[in-house]
């Protein structure tokens, strides 16, 4: 049974960094693209960073370039997504989703999904 469980979020102030962390079990994504996504109260859930197979390509949401990094640790089944300068509007629950694919940037393309960690930004 594939698991993700993912861990890191809380409450922060504008301005202030978060690490999210994210590990898999039951299958090796090693190959396989990994993402974050995130869906604010009352909005669609939306992409906001991912990694391809073999820490390739990456991708960000425009609204996160700059502040975010995505990153991967195969060896741990791992993906993490540090999180700088962050905003009011980052507020969300975060979500890590593993792919069938070696790339992936759209939420259909995943097929594995965590439980989600809530991030809240205050001003």
């Known amino acids: 049974q594939v698991q993700l469980v993912e861990s890191g979020g809380g409450l922060v102030q504008a301005g202030d960094s978060l690490r999210l962390s994210c590990e898999a079990s039951g299958r090796d994504f090693s190959r396989n693209a990994m993402g974050w996504f995130r869906q604010a109260p009352g909005k669609e859930r939306e992409f906001v960073a991912s990694?391809?197979?073999?820490?390739?390509?990456?991708d960000y949401a425009d609204s996160v370039k700059g502040r975010f990094t995505i990153s991967r640790d195969n060896a741990k089944n791992a993906v993490y997504l540090q999180m700088n300068n962050l905003k009011p509007e980052d507020t969300a629950v975060y979500y890590c989703a593993a792919s069938r694919f070696t790339i992936a940037f759209r939420r259909h393309e995943y097929s594995y999904w965590g439980q989600g960690t809530q991030v809240t930004v205050s001003s």
């Open positions: 990694r391809g197979y073999s820490g390739g390509r990456t």
